[in-house]
T-cell receptor, first 115, second 113 residues
Framework: ETGVTQSPTHLIKTRGQQVTLRCSSQ?????VSWYQQALGQGPQFIFQ???????GRGNFPPRFSGLQFPNYSSELNVNALELDDSALYLC??????????????FGPGTRLTVL | DQQVKQNSPSLSVQEGRISILNCDYT??????FLWYKKYPAEGPTFLIS?????DKNEDGRFTVFLNKSAKHLSLHIVPSQPGDSAVYFC????????????FGPGTRLSVLP
């Protein structure tokens, strides 16, 4: 059974650029959640995708967007990068979708640095 | 406004002794709580959870206690081992949040040999 994988591992961008981060969910999981973890803080929920549809969103602006594909892998896109977007971006996969509390399995994260 | 707080950024404990990590929350709608452990360069790993209908859940060396009236939960690790050294995150959710978990800032536990 393959765990959650994320790519790339590290990324450096400049202000105003756009970035796409990728996540492959664990086999059998149909739900993907994205979190932003700033230095010294806990992960903050960005949004969740269940069966290819957005299924909940945290307090992040619209320049944070996402996609989920038929194989349940997912992308996080961030437009017009700002310095404060520098963080570790975590993807977590689970099964069940909304109104269930199934365990979330996290990937190792993508470290984004915005200069 | 932090809905989930972990007021101790770090904790050091001697190997074999008990580690107690604390977590407080403000949202009375939270009804499900989890603890995650995170090693450097890895994603958080689920440790143990508790539903608000219980006040205790035990799994091997790990026990989570929930005090709903105080909006407080704690994670006990007995006995502590050097491999337990990691950052521990408390997370909470509410039924209408789906699988959106609100995480605390974490506590770095160091277990000294």
């Amino acid at each position: 059974e393959t765990g959650v994988t994320q790519s790339p591992t590290h990324l450096i961008k400049t202000r105003g650029q756009q970035v796409t981060l990728r996540c492959s969910s664990q086999s059998g999981h149909n739900t993907v959640s994205w979190y932003q973890q700033a230095l010294g803080q806990g992960p903050q929920f960005i949004f969740q995708y269940y069966r290819e549809e957005e299924n909940g969103r945290g307090n992040f602006p619209p320049r944070f967007s996402g996609l989920q594909f038929p194989n349940y892998s997912s992308e996080l896109n961030v437009n017009a990068l700002e310095l404060d977007d520098s963080a570790l971006y975590l993807c977590a996969s689970s099964s069940g979708g909304a109104l269930t509390y199934n365990e979330q399995f996290f990937g190792p994260g993508t470290r984004l640095t915005v200069l | 406004d932090q809905q989930v707080k972990q007021n101790s950024p770090s904790l050091s404990v001697q190997e074999g002794r008990i580690s107690i990590l604390n977590c407080d929350y403000t949202n009375s709608m939270f009804d499900y709580f989890l603890w995650y452990k995170k090693y450097p360069a890895e994603g958080p790993t689920f440790l143990i959870s508790i539903s608000s209908i219980k006040d205790k859940n035990e799994d091997g060396r790990f026990t989570v206690f929930l005090n709903k009236s105080a909006k407080h939960l704690s994670l006990h690790i007995v006995p502590s081992q050097p491999g337990d050294s990691a950052v521990y995150f408390c997370a909470a959710s509410a039924r209408n949040y789906g699988q959106n978990f609100v995480f605390g800032p974490g506590t770095r536990l160091s277990v000294l040999p």
